[in-house]
């Protein structure tokens, strides 16, 4: 078990350009995923690579761009700068 108290692997981004790299290269896939951040609790994210959206399990909530979503999970400031180091992502399927 992992620092985060899960048994799968997890992937570090350090930049929110990583994190949305990451999933524009996801092809055709749908992915579920659970984002860590360095504060605060996990979540977890259903991306759709066809409508290019994310959109997050708890309540349905769509994100209105990848950008959007990048910067909700590295808690950008207004002007889009990061105020997390790094957010770990572990895919459930």
Known sequence: MDKHGSQKPYIRFHTPEQLQ????????????????PTSGEPETYNYSSREKAVSRESDGRSFDSL??????????????????EYVDLEVLN
Not at 68 to 80: K, S
């Open 67 to 84: 950008d959007d979503f990048t910067c909700y999970a590295f808690q950008c400031d207004i002007e889009g700068y990061a105020n997390t």
């Open 21 to 36: 790299c990451y999933l524009e290269r996801a092809g055709t896939a749908e992915i579920s995923f659970r984002a860590y």
